[in-house]
């Protein structure tokens, strides 16, 4: 069993629209979660964590985080064509900085 | 303030040989951390360093190996090159390694394996 599980999507968006992402994780001992966006060919760059239960919004984005459903999702607000990347959810088990990633989920945002 | 630094960015080896990949955390962290990232398994943990000390490893053969220096720097090493490690090596650092750390990314080593 994954870790980490995402839809890898792609998932389709009008721009000015919000696109949802979703992330799940089997460990009930996680402690902290992150967001990461990965444009085609570079590194991961960070978005946003969140460390407990409830939203946190940070721009145009809002991570949520529910522990008992052990679910993360992130929200893109007023999706631009600039955000069209792979949205990697990662998960720290409290073990230091091993983090667990999903395998990304395609975000394509049409003009 | 100086991110990630990876060198090289971009590398190509044979079978059998052995590479080694260099890393500079951003000044200040001491956490340094190793992933190999590819199409069919995504990003996996390889080890984590802090103050010269592996903390963790990640569940790849003995032909991955890492240090880290006084300086925080790092290098990882992969011997006896195989096939399927054709892979961005990315490599990740943060401040203290504590636990909900952020860890952040460099631009990565594209290791090509012909």
């Known amino acids: 069993q994954k870790e980490v599980e995402q839809n890898s999507g792609p998932l389709s968006v009008p721009e000015g629209a919000i696109a949802s992402l979703n992330c799940t994780y089997s460990?009930?001992?996680?402690?902290?979660f992150f967001w990461y966006r990965q444009y085609s060919g570079k590194s991961p760059e960070l978005i946003m964590s969140?460390?407990?239960?409830g939203d946190k919004e940070d721009g145009r984005f809002t991570a949520q985080l529910n522990k008992a459903s052990q679910y993360v999702s992130l929200l893109i607000r007023d999706s631009q064509p600039s955000d069209s990347a792979t949205y990697l959810c990662?998960?720290?088990?409290?073990?230091?900085?091993?983090?667990?990633f999903g395998s990304g989920t395609k975000l394509n945002v049409k003009p | 303030k100086a991110g990630v630094t990876q060198t090289p960015r971009y590398l190509i080896k044979t079978r059998g040989q052995q590479v080694t990949l260099s890393c500079s955390p951003i000044?200040?962290?001491?956490?340094v951390s190793w992933y190999q990232q590819t199409p069919g398994q995504g990003l996996q943990f390889l080890f984590e360093?802090?103050?010269?000390?592996?903390?963790n490893k990640g569940n790849f053969p003995g032909r991955f190996s890492g240090r880290q220096f006084s300086n925080s720097r790092s290098e990882m090493n992969v011997s006896t090159l195989e096939l399927g490690d054709s892979a961005l090596y990315l490599c990740?650092?943060?401040?203290?390694?504590?636990?909900?750390?952020?860890?952040?990314f460099g631009e990565g080593s594209w290791l090509t394996v012909v």
């Open positions: 990740a650092s943060s401040s203290d390694g504590s636990s909900g750390n952020t860890i952040y």
């Open positions: 460990d009930r001992v996680s402690q902290s």
């Open positions: 969140i460390y407990s239960n």
């Open positions: 990662a998960v720290n088990t409290d073990n230091f900085n091993k983090f667990y």
């Open positions: 000044s200040g962290h001491r956490s």
């Open positions: 360093y802090f103050s010269e000390t592996q903390r």
